[in-house]
């Protein structure tokens, strides 16, 4: 039995990191395709939202705990890192490294009371969160410049490199995204993972089995916020302008979105998810303002008749189309 | 600081609070009989206001039936994305009906954004703008308006749920849903009517409050949350103790803004919200019992 079990793991193990590989590799020849072109750039700000899908999703997807102030984490990452890098002068990468611990100090210190919360009331709580934390962004006008947003935020560099282009941006983004990938999946494949796998499908089971669920549920919700802070540095840094309309409630509702259209509890499904709504809205560019009607559908219909998301959707789609059109072929 | 001006604050905050009590209270009543906290709330406060102002100024008719059309419009709204959206998902989690309600509130703004447009709009007053001094403070007919329609409207959700047959199993609905259809009562029917009523409140608090804040498409988003706070305060009832947290709110919005600072106003409800739902789950007036946890 054992060695059925452990050969096993270690075949599922070697197909995870063919598949990672696959990937890393899809993701790190697409510039060449692009040739520098328009999507070259819309795909850093897909590189971002993957970012941002996946912490979402370790939270909502893994623990099953909802939250519509993700926004807020990822806006104070990109100011914090824009204010201390432009306006104080201080290193940007040790200030992202800084703000990120922080955001998660934060998110670690509200998590405990917030995550207490079920359901309908840990999206209002959290929803609430995100709506203070936008007021801040509009009304601290001497810190962040308001309404009008907050410029002259200086590119990331290294050595002699500075991170000036879409061309390098890509790479510097995606890198992250892809390291954070790797570690998520290595996460949610671990004891870590069952127990928030436990924990989204019952809370007293999961404590039963020795997990200790506040405790866990805080853990995720402040990693997720440490890793949209980073993706926040990183957004602020290769824009080198913010503004707090980026990081309102609506933002909050479409990376949600994202991790719904892609599939919960899948990292891979989160790429899709943030890939589809960042490239709709280009492509809907021709019937302008009709984006907001398509993400309202797609939220609906996809919770109520894909609530698997893309990743398990398009699969069994596939082999009901198949299996009915296996099933008239052998009628006739 | 304007301490003069309290008790214009005290008037202006008691007229936004009986806004918030009206949509509120249809929070309320939908929680209470699905255990759904309906996020699209807030949109049919904006369908009030606009479709008022479509039947106004389109089709040219008098106020008082553009009224009726439109509460009856939002309504028809309510009970279609009842029938639709709610019905159909009756066994899912809490976190796909958050999301199912959050969906249908884009749908709606998104339709109304495609159908009216971005701009906002103004309405004209029930009975002219002749300003009426009480005391050191002054009002506006629309205020009596809005104190006499929510008075009223809260009055007779009173009595409708005490004295007739659907309104009390309603409120079996609430205490226990399972046994409510053990003794026969029609669960269906009654999640049903109370997307109906709800619908039906929230468009009226949209139709009254337009003419004195103006109407847009988006301007159900923040209008349902303060609703929400409002019914959180008070314990989810639909009665007194959501209109007392409205109230409060709405004058500690119109105190903190006038002397303190108009840019953080918003933020008021939602400080209070957290509090609320961290410190005192079950609301201001209820004595334990109620788990939010």
Same mark, same amino acid.
């Given at each position: 039995m054992h060695r059925i079990d452990s050969r096993d793991k270690k075949k599922l193990f070697r197909h995870e990191w063919v598949k990672f590989a696959l990937f890393s590799l899809l993701i790190m020849i697409l510039p060449v395709l692009f040739e520098g072109g328009y999507l070259l750039n819309v795909f850093i700000f897909v590189g971002i939202h993957t970012l941002l899908a996946v912490a979402l999703n370790l939270l909502l +997807?893994?623990?099953g705990q909802i939250s519509l102030g993700q926004a807020a984490f990822f806006g104070l990452g990109a100011f914090a890192s824009g204010i201390l890098t432009?306006?104080?002068?201080?290193n940007p990468w040790l200030m992202m490294v800084v703000v990120a611990a922080a955001v998660g100090l934060l998110a670690f210190a509200i998590g405990f009371p917030i995550l207490k919360l079920k359901g309908h009331y840990l999206a209002m709580a959290t929803l609430g969160f995100g709506i203070i934390v936008y007021i801040i962004f509009n009304e601290a006008v001497e810190l962040t410049? +308001?309404?009008s947003g907050f410029s002259g935020i200086p590119n990331l560099t290294v050595g002699g490199i500075t991170f000036d282009s879409d061309f390098k941006n890509y790479y510097l983004i995606w890198g992250v995204t892809l390291v954070t990938i790797l570690l998520s999946l290595n996460l949610v494949n671990s004891r870590i993972g069952r127990g928030l796998r436990a924990i989204h499908d019952s809370e007293v089971a999961a404590r039963v089995m020795g997990v200790n669920v506040r405790l866990m549920k805080v853990q995720i919700f402040a990693l997720s916020a440490v890793i949209s802070s980073v993706a926040g540095s990183l957004y602020a840094h290769t824009m080198t302008f913010v503004s707090p309309t980026s990081f309102g409630f609506n933002f909050s509702v479409e990376l949600v979105t994202m991790v719904i259209i892609g599939g919960l509890g899948s990292i891979y499904g989160s790429f899709l998810g943030a890939a589809l709504l960042t490239l709709l809205p280009e492509f809907l560019r021709a019937f302008q303002d009709y984006d907001i009607v398509v993400y309202g559908f797609l939220l609906v219909f996809m919770t109520m008749f894909m609530p698997g998301g893309l990743v398990r959707g398009i699969p069994s789609l596939v082999q009901n189309l198949r299996a009915r059109i296996g099933g008239g072929a052998s009628d006739a | 600081m304007h301490f003069d001006q309290i008790s214009q604050y005290l008037l202006s905050g008691l007229s936004t609070g009986a806004i918030y009590a009206l949509i509120g209270v249809g929070f309320s009543i939908i929680h209470n009989s699905t255990?759904?906290?309906?996020?699209?709330?807030g949109e049919f406060v904006m369908l009030g206001g606009m479709l008022t102002l479509f039947f106004l100024s389109a089709l040219k008719l008098p106020l008082i039936i553009a009224v009726v059309l439109a509460i009856g419009v939002a309504t028809l709204a309510g009970v279609v994305f009842e029938r639709l959206a709610i019905r159909p998902m009756k066994d899912a989690s809490p976190i796909s009906l958050v999301i199912i309600t959050i969906g249908g509130s884009i749908l709606i703004r998104g339709i109304a954004m495609l159908l009216w447009g971005k701009e906002t709009h103004a309405i004209p007053t029930f009975s002219g703008n002749d300003p009426i001094l009480v005391g050191e403070a002054t009002i506006l007919p629309q205020h009596l308006w809005i104190f006499a329609v929510t008075a009223v409207v809260i009055v007779c959700t009173k009595l409708y749920f005490s004295f007739t047959i659907s309104g009390k199993a309603m409120r079996a609905c609430a205490y226990n849903r399972r046994a409510a259809g053990l003794v026969g009562i029609d669960v269906k029917r009654m999640v049903f009517f109370s997307f109906a009523i709800s619908a039906a409140m929230g468009s009226m608090a949209g139709i009254i409050v337009a003419p004195l804040t103006m109407t847009s498409y988006d301007v159900g988003v923040m209008l349902g949350l303060k609703g929400f706070c409002a019914a959180i305060i008070g314990g989810m009832s639909s009665g007194l103790g959501t209109v007392f947290g409205g109230v409060i709110l709405g004058i500690l919005e119109s105190l903190g803004a006038g002397l303190f600072s108009s840019g953080y106003k918003d933020a008021i409800a939602f400080v209070i919200l957290l509090v609320i739902l961290l410190v005192r789950p079950q609301g201001l007036f209820k004595k334990g019992e109620t788990e939010r946890v």
């Open positions: +997807g893994y623990a432009a306006t104080y002068g201080q410049g +308001g309404p | 255990g759904i906290i309906n996020f699209a709330q």
